[in-house]
């Protein structure tokens, strides 16, 4: 079935940079999208970014400051997160899905990493 590994989540101050990375095993997953959601505390997850080939797809409020890519050959998702501000502090999910469609909603994803913490301090 697969599974995916979140690492690289931490503590940052505003305006700061981190990097998620997203390892999967047990399967390939380089066919499938791939992207990022988030979760808030007292909020629904939300669709942050996913990519499949080329093609890349970003939710508005971090367009121009996140960057998502993928390696193919090490089975892994990466999302570079620039200009950190402290509305993006959320536990962020790795998420697997058949395509770019199905990958905007928590409904269409077909694999979800354990999540991992993001604060962002003003």
């Known amino acids: 079935q697969g599974q995916l590994v979140e690492a690289g989540g931490g503590s940052m101050q505003a305006g700061g940079s981190l990097r998620l990375s997203c390892a999967a095993s047990?399967?390939?997953?380089?066919?499938?999208?791939m992207g990022w959601f988030r979760q808030a505390p007292g909020k629904e997850r939300e669709f942050v970014a996913a990519i499949r080939s080329s093609i890349t797809k970003y939710t508005d409020s971090v367009k121009g400051r996140f960057t998502i890519s993928r390696d193919n050959a090490m089975n892994t998702v990466y999302l570079q997160m620039n200009n950190l501000k402290p509305e993006d502090t959320a536990v962020y999910y790795c998420?697997?899905?058949?395509?770019?469609?199905?990958?905007?909603?928590?409904?269409?994803?077909?694999?979800w990493g354990q999540g991992i913490q993001v604060t962002v301090s003003s």
């Open positions: 047990g399967r390939s997953f380089s066919n499938y999208a």
């Open positions: 998420a697997a899905a058949e395509n770019l469609e199905r990958l905007h909603l928590p409904l269409g994803v077909a694999s």
